[in-house]
């Protein structure tokens, strides 16, 4: 489970909710970003989330329910090494989307992990391995939770967050031109977790290169980092 919101009023605003069950996580940060790192029983602490001093952000939904068309089979790259170079600044957006458009892209199997990406101009990709990618030049917001955008609610699941989509969707319809941190905050909190809990909740004010954090959903609690 997951939700990630991309917002393009005055400020470019990037939020993220990361639920998970049974994983070690923990916050780092450094000049080059703030990293939300799960631990790895086979190659250790993974930067999976977050944001870099570039401007971009990573998010990484898990899709349900699993699609096999995500498995690895052949050549391709993995989304998570993909999302692992974005965040780590080795690879720039520009060559993840065309990596992307050009190039097969595999999960791990029996998971479809989706990649949520976005860039300092505000700008949005989406990577559903198996399935395809969405491009969206600066939208006004967008927004993904555990269900393929291109299956949207065909398929039924119980984690697929359909609920928490059309929540933050309307949240974000009727936000105005000057949404900032607390009102992502805001939309990152009615769609919180208890059954696989919200452990880290972020905010990336784009345009202030500004990182807002806290932890199991304890809202009064803020960390700040500026990158």
């Given at each position: 489970m997951c939700t990630s919101i991309v917002s393009n009023r005055n400020k470019t605003i990037v939020g993220w909710n990361l639920d998970i069950l049974g994983m070690e996580y923990r916050v780092s940060s450094s000049e080059a970003g703030v990293y939300i790192e799960i631990n790895d029983e086979t190659e250790g602490w993974l930067p999976l989330f977050g944001a870099n001093s570039r401007g971009d952000f990573v998010g990484m939904p898990t899709c349900h329910p699993f699609d096999e068309r995500s498995n690895p089979t052949g050549e391709g790259t993995n989304v998570l090494l993909l999302d692992i170079d974005l965040l780590l600044q080795k690879k720039t957006f520009q060559e993840i989307k065309e990596i992307a458009e050009t190039e097969k892209v595999f999960s791990v199997p029996g998971v479809t992990f989706m990649s949520a990406l976005s860039d300092r101009e505000g700008n949005v990709l989406q990577i559903i391995p198996g399935q395809g990618n969405r491009y969206f030049e600066k939208p006004r917001y967008q927004v993904l939770t555990n269900f393929s955008p291109f299956k949207m609610d065909s398929e039924k699941h119980p984690w697929m967050g359909w609920d928490r989509y059309q929540t933050a969707t309307k949240m974000l319809e009727e936000a105005s031109d000057d949404f900032d941190v607390e009102d992502c905050f805001r939309i990152l909190k009615?769609?919180?977790?208890?059954?696989?809990?919200?452990?880290?909740?972020?905010?990336?004010?784009?345009?202030?290169?500004?990182?807002?954090?806290?932890?199991?959903?304890?809202?009064?609690?803020?960390?700040?980092?500026?990158?």
């Open positions: 009615a769609v919180s977790q208890e059954v696989c809990p919200t452990v880290v909740s972020m905010v990336f004010d784009v345009t202030e290169k500004t990182v807002y954090w806290c932890e199991n959903r304890q809202w009064e609690q803020i960390h700040r980092k500026e990158l």
